[in-house]
T-cell receptor
Framework: SAVISQKPSRDICQRGTSLTIQCQVD?????MFWYRQQPGQSLTLIAT?????????ESGFVIDKFPISRPNLTFSTLTVSNMSPEDSSIYLC?????????????FGQGTRLTVV | GDSVTQMEGPVTLSEEAFLTINCTYT??????LFWYVQYPGEGLQLLLK?????DKGSNKGFEATYRKETTSFHLEKGSVQVSDSAVYFC????????????FGTGTLLAVQP
């Protein structure tokens, strides 16, 4: 299993500002995923972050809004830029379990963001 | 594309009642199926999984069987406890190289003493 630490756990931010969320994993992983969980809704994948390459963004998400860094195999950051109230969500970092297809993913506890 | 449809909540039960949360999926190929649970104030945790048709995943008294013929993965528990109160997410991981999970909308379960 993997232990994932996310910071901050929650924040309240002014619209128009940016927030950077950090994700630290206790083991080296190739892939890291960033998800968004909007109020009352399911988890939606924002992007996949591979070390040493540009992040791959899902439809509806762009790098200018959600820039991601992946400087090494245990760490990643997600920035929510130029925030609006619609960005109020829980943001989660995730890594896949090792082994063949079918293994589970591990999640951080999430960052609860409120934009006012 | 791949998708997961999950029973809407909230589901409110009395302690020791029988629980079923329905989950159906649409996917090409042979996905792996998961149930995740999110207890109040905590992160998502894997509850159980099944990687091929007719597999039954089980954990903590919860069970789900991978039914390819009905494209379903319903979660069941024979006797729920107050401590089972949480949000339950059905998810799939399709084939291919992306290794990403697709989640259902989540079902809030509230168990009353």
């Amino acid at each position: 299993s993997a232990v994932i630490s996310q910071k901050p756990s929650r924040d309240i931010c002014q619209r128009g500002t940016s927030l950077t969320i950090q994700c630290q994993v206790d083991s080296q992983v190739t892939m890291m995923f960033w998800y968004r969980q909007q109020p009352g809704q399911s988890l939606t994948l924002i992007a996949t972050a591979n070390q040493g390459s540009e992040a791959t963004y899902e439809s509806g998400f762009v790098i200018d809004k959600f820039p991601i860094s992946r400087p090494n195999l245990t760490f990643s950051t997600l920035t929510v830029s130029n925030m609006s109230p619609e960005d109020s969500s829980i943001y989660l970092c995730s890594v896949p379990g090792g082994g063949p297809w079918g293994t589970e993913a591990f999640f951080g506890q999430g960052t609860r963001l409120t934009v006012v | 594309g791949d998708s997961v449809t999950q029973m809407e909540g909230p589901v409110t039960l009395s302690e020791e009642a029988f629980l079923t949360i329905n989950c159906t999926y649409t996917a090409t190929g042979y996905p792996s199926l998961f149930w995740y649970v999110q207890y109040p104030g905590e992160g998502l945790q894997l509850l159980l999984k099944a990687t091929k048709a007719d597999d039954k995943g089980s954990n903590k008294g919860f069970e789900a069987t991978y039914r390819k013929e009905t494209t379903s993965f319903h979660l069941e528990k024979g006797s729920v406890q107050v401590s089972d109160s949480a949000v339950y997410f059905c998810a799939l991981r399709g084939g291919g190289a992306t290794n990403k999970l697709i989640f259902g909308t989540g079902t809030l379960l509230a168990v009353q003493p």
